[in-house]
């Protein structure tokens, strides 16, 4: 029913710039938290920002001062802006969304995408 798609990702040098979005579709009532997370190969996937529908963020500590999550609740979107790249920000990211598909059943699920890749050469 609901489906998240990443886009955005690619590669890039060191000190460089990627802005990510990730666009909910599909039976969606409310959208309330949503989230990036990220997973380097042989590493578990690690929280990397959440924005709630209320606009309050958080950041984990690595990505503080570079990264910014934003939201457009018009769009079913989240995005990433992602500054300051280092070789350690190598992962796929992916985009979580905490939605309630319809108003009976109050039923709020997480929903994951299939994330995109993103490459910081040094």
């Known amino acids: 029913q609901v489906q998240l798609v990443e886009s955005g990702g690619g590669l890039v040098q060191a000190g460089g710039s990627l802005r990510l979005s990730c666009a909910a579709s599909g039976r969606i009532f409310n959208i309330n938290t949503m989230g990036w997370y990220r997973q380097a190969p042989g590493k578990q996937r690690e929280l990397v920002a959440t924005i709630t529908s209320g606009a309050n963020t958080n950041y984990a500590d690595s990505v503080k001062g570079r990264f910014t999550i934003s939201r457009d609740n018009a769009k079913n979107t989240v995005y990433l802006q992602m500054n300051s790249l280092k070789p350690e920000d190598t992962a796929v990211y992916y985009c979580?969304?905490?939605?309630?598909?319809?108003?009976?059943?109050?039923?709020?699920?997480?929903?994951w995408g299939p994330g995109t890749q993103v490459t910081v050469s040094s």
């Open positions: 979580n969304a905490n939605i309630r598909a319809s108003i009976v059943p109050y039923s709020p699920k997480d929903y």
